[in-house]
């Protein structure tokens, strides 16, 4: 019984009931408030409406148990796991934490709907009639508290019912805190990115096998695949390079094409332009990694070999490999073009008029306008966009991923493959991985690495912007 | 002021050359990958009438079953192949042995066995669908003249001597031109196809590849044509005798080029002639399901408060800067967020769109709470007065006003976020939905993968039909996309307002 309740994919089915209680108590309050107010003397009135008593009453009956749920939901998992894995026997435990982890993970996802086929291991059928019936006990418990809270809620909220209650004031209270629940969702999102590499990081960093925090951050060889080298140097230097190349691309492409949009563009052709650039910021990633790694990385490849073969250039000056820096660069490049464009469109519009009329007014032409009036009194803004721009590239991945290639080197060559910090969590945390060893949780440190220098970037040009914004506002 | 007009057109330049660089990248883009999808988008079949002898019962049918039936029928097209193992290899090889799978649901559905001969259409293999479709060299014939005697030197060995025919002779010539290309020729006499060993003297020393050996002796004067292959054995995935088997297979009318449903209609596959695209689409939709139940509600609640109910504290000032650079972290963050809270902590299985869709919901949240306050900030504050007004409280006049009036631009704002949320790759490597599924999952807590991450797997396959199979997912991909924006451009005409 408790195996079966333990298989049933129930989680959808716990909304229904849920919804179906909600909508009783919502009639019922409404229905009794309004047989209270008929037989009432004139000139006593309901201090709320008969809907906001339902409200009050459907609240109260199905908060609590929605909170019981969401405890059920985020908690029952890893308690269920927690228990299977203190019965497993010794000899099982002893082959350490990630065999462990493996087998409860197998056992977990065995469970399918009917009956539970024997696989002929022991161990396994048991294990995984013992999750079953484990995880039957945490919902039937779930169950039980939460048609608890429901019924305890929905006499709880009745008592108070009457005449000058004030259900609409405690209904929109309730409102307005849920509303506060969903805003500060971001924020607990923050703390939580936060909290996770934070806490990765420094268990990295106390694993026997990891590394100093000085190995990591001036350590010039990488090898975490092996899980022996994690000198993190190329890949910081790959990722500033690629970065660099795509900002080649981008700055002065984005730019132009804000000054053209802004400054000369008719309106009609502007109408035109402006969602042809946009939709580069919509094409996915992984669409643009396609295409560098299938079209522009050969061809990259090609004009380096024809270079090699110059008589005036020795034979192995680039390395021309078919995955390379400069293809990733590139296309990067140009998916960055509508953000630097649009934001400094946006920046370059805000120049009040007058400015421009003034520097007209005494002869000047368009574009010196432009150059001596309109950029500098931009150029915060600008600056702010490519700030933005530069997080982009450096958080950039499928690009990197696909087109750029794997090997931790520190070079100068652009046709040379390169590595990121990017693709190595990518490679890292792809596939099974047990979060035990110091392979995987390296992958943490680098996200915490790339966190840090992104946030500084966005946090400086978000200043910037907004600063900027008061200025001519 | 000659120079100064000249910066001035020269900067101007500058700008039409930049926009012009944006526009024809993205042109290069999409025109490249169209082009190398349309090969995908279509396939050759291979039609077989399989005897119903072989099919007796129908339900306790098994791969191997239709396998050896498509053999033995395959061996009654070619009989002159059975006598040698390898030979029958090479012709078994042409389509994959799990091609016969949508044939053996089909009959697995039946109840009576069937009486007629069934027509089988199968799957070739890549290898074979790539040559048909002419992406390696394809074949070029040429008449050589009427043929003279043919002799039997060994096993698959012949002779075929001159028959005084001027075109003959100007054929050898050409064979013997230095000049000429390197490749394969295959001759064809009266329906049988030889490879071109050697010459000797005024005749031709032919091995036999596939095709009924006419009769030896005197060829009363059928016509012999050279085919050549443009290529090399060694420099193709496909031999001699298999693109002799293709030749005459096409002849007969066995190979049909049609519409490629299994890419729509299959799941993942380990060969890419069978694999299809089903369960990624599917996968996507749960992803997207879960990732819009969570987020939009969320987002926009949340932009509510914000907006009209936040007291001007330093808390809500915090929640603001903090949402403006959540909207700018890298997506790879967040999937490290999925792998160590939901994955590591509380210990959700891995590769559920469940999962994937809450990871991707975190993602957009920011961008739909910042559409969604942009929207109910253009609805003027004389809605809310006039509401406040008559009485209405704060959350009336909110509800009941405000948030109907700025709905589209709300509406706008979470499509928009969706179809960023369809085209998220990084994240969802992290969290596993990169393992290879096989069956169209059913529900979000079953296995899936999603389009993009399809993209990426199948980018890293190793044969090179994958690259015509991904850019064909790219295309169902960006349909999907580009629909989903034109919605929101119509939507944002149709329901724009100034006020």
């Known amino acids: ?473 | 002021m000659r120079r100064r007009n000249q910066a001035e057109r020269r900067f101007k330049l500058y700008g039409q050359i930049a926009i012009g660089i944006a526009v024809s990248f993205l042109a290069i883009l999409l025109i490249s990958i169209s082009f190398r999808a349309a090969s995908a988008f279509s396939r050759h079949m291979l039609v077989l009438d399989l005897e119903p002898a072989v099919l007796t019962e129908p339900s306790e049918l098994a791969v191997t079953d239709l396998n050896l039936a498509v053999r033995a029928e395959l061996m009654s097209q070619f009989p002159e192949l059975s006598d040698d193992r390898v030979e029958r290899a090479e012709l078994y090889a042409m389509t994959p042995r799990l091609a016969v799978l949508p044939l053996l649901r089909e009959l697995q559905e039946m109840t009576v066995p069937p009486q007629a001969p069934i027509a089988a259409r199968l799957a070739l293999s890549d290898d074979v669908n790539l040559y048909l479709k002419g992406e390696i060299k394809t074949h070029r014939t040429v008449p050589v003249g009427d043929a003279g005697r043919l002799a039997r030197l060994s096993t698959g060995a012949y002779r075929l001597s001159d028959a005084d025919q001027d075109n003959f002779i100007a054929f050898q010539d050409r064979l013997a031109d230095p000049g000429a290309p390197s490749n394969d020729i295959l001759i064809s006499l009266s329906g049988a196809l030889f490879e071109l060993a050697d010459t000797a003297g005024a005749s031709l020393i032919l091995n036999h590849l596939a095709g009924p050996v006419p009769a030896l002796g005197e060829q009363a004067s059928s016509p012999v044509n050279a085919i050549f292959l443009g290529s090399e054995t060694a420099d193709r995935p496909l031999s001699n005798r298999q693109i002799a088997l293709l030749i005459l297979m096409d002849d007969a009318g066995m190979i049909e080029r049609r519409f490629n449903a299994s890419l729509f209609t299959n799941a993942d596959s380990t060969y890419p002639e069978l694999a299809g695209a089903a369960a990624a689409i599917v996968g996507s939709l749960f992803t997207m399901l879960i990732t819009a139940i969570f987020a939009i509600p969320v987002g926009i609640f949340a932009a509510i408060y914000l907006e009209e109910f936040a007291p001007k504290s330093r808390l809500t000032s915090v929640i603001e800067v903090n949402i403006n650079n959540l909207a700018a972290v890298p997506s790879i963050i967040f999937g490290l967020l999925g792998a160590a809270v939901f994955l590591n902590t509380f210990d959700l299985p891995r590769s559920i769109p469940l999962v994937g869709g809450l990871v991707l919901g975190l993602l957009v949240l920011p961008t739909i709470i910042i559409a969604s306050r942009a929207a109910l900030r253009s609805v003027p504050p004389s809605m809310r007065e006039a509401a406040l007004g008559l009485g209405a409280s704060k959350t009336q006049a909110v509800f009941h006003h405000v948030l109907p009036l700025a709905a589209p631009g709300i509406l706008t704002g979470a499509i928009i976020a969706m179809a960023r949320a369809l085209g998220e790759t990084a994240p969802l490597l992290l969290i596993g939905m990169v393992a290879f599924v096989s069956d169209v999952p059913t529900s979000p807590n079953d296995e899936a993968t999603v389009l993009p991450v399809l993209i990426y797997k199948w980018f890293s396959g190793s044969e090179r039909a994958w690259e015509p199979m991904t850019a064909a997912v790219i295309i169902i991909l960006l349909t999907i996309l580009i629909a989903m924006n034109l919605i929101a451009v119509l939507l944002r005409r149709r329901f724009e307002r100034r006020w």
């Open chain 1, 1 to 473: 019984m408790l195996q079966t309740l333990g298989q049933l994919p129930i989680g959808w089915l716990l909304i229904a009931p849920l919804a179906a209680a909600g909508f009783f108590a919502f009639s019922f309050g409404r229905t009794e408030i309004g047989e209270l107010s008929i037989g009432s003397t004139i000139g006593a009135r309901l201090h709320s409406q008969p809907n906001y008593h339902g409200y009050f009453l459907a609240f109260c009956t199905i908060l609590p148990a929605a909170l019981v749920f969401l405890g059920y939901l985020i908690f029952s998992e890893s308690f269920v796991r927690e228990t299977l894995r203190s019965e497993l026997p010794d000899y099982l435990l002893a082959q350490g934490p990630d065999q462990v982890s493996l087998f409860v993970e197998r056992v977990a996802r065995y469970i399918g709907n009917g009956p539970i086929d024997s696989t002929g291991n022991v161990l396994f059928d048991a294990s995984v009639e013992r999750y079953a019936v484990l995880k039957g006990q945490a919902r039937l418990i779930a169950i039980m508290i939460a048609v608890i809270a429901a019924v305890g809620g929905f006499f709880l909220g009745r008592r108070p019912l009457n005449r000058s209650f004030p259900a609409r004031t405690y209904v929109e209270q309730t409102i307005t805190a849920l509303l506060f629940v969903c805003a500060a969702i971001a924020i607990v999102t923050t703390v939580g990115i936060v909290l996770s590499l934070v806490y990765e990081t420094v268990r990295f960093f106390s694993l026997p096998d990891g590394p100093g925090v000085f190995e990591f951050l001036f350590g010039t060889d990488w090898n975490a695949q092996t899980g022996q080298n994690f000198g993190a140097v190329p890949l910081f230097f790959g990722t500033l390079m690629i970065a660099l190349l795509a900002m080649c691309v981008a700055v002065p492409v984005g730019l132009f094409s804000a000054i053209y949009l802004s400054e000369y563009a008719s309106p009609r052709f502007r109408s035109w332009v402006k969602p042809i650039l946009e939709l580069l910021a919509g094409i996915p990633t992984v669409v643009y990694g396609f295409f560098a790694a299938t079209l522009i990385a050969p061809l990259v490849r090609n004009l380096a070999q024809w270079i090699n073969a110059l008589p005036i250039t020795p034979d192995n000056l680039l390395a021309a490999q078919p995955t390379n820096a400069l293809a990733a660069g590139l296309v990067m490049g140009v998916m960055i073009i509508p953000f630097v464009s649009s934001l400094s469109d946006d920046v370059i519009n805000a120049v009040p008029q007058p400015l421009r009329d003034g520097a007209l007014a005494v002869g000047a032409t368009q574009s010196e306008t432009i150059k001596q009036i309109v950029l500098p009194a931009a150029f915060p803004g600008i600056v702010a966009a490519v700030l933005l721009a530069v997080s982009r590239a450096i958080g950039e991945t499928m690009i990197v991923v696909m087109a750029a290639g794997g090997r931790a080197l520190v070079t100068l060559d652009p046709t040379s493959d390169i590595t990121t910090v990017t693709y190595q969590i990518v490679s890292l945390l792809t596939g099974d991985t047990a979060f035990d060893s110091a392979k995987t949780v390296s992958a943490f440190a680098l996200g915490f690495a790339l966190f840090g220098i992104t946030l500084v970037f966005n946090v400086i040009a978000l200043r910037v912007v907004k600063r900027y914004r008061e200025a001519y506002d």
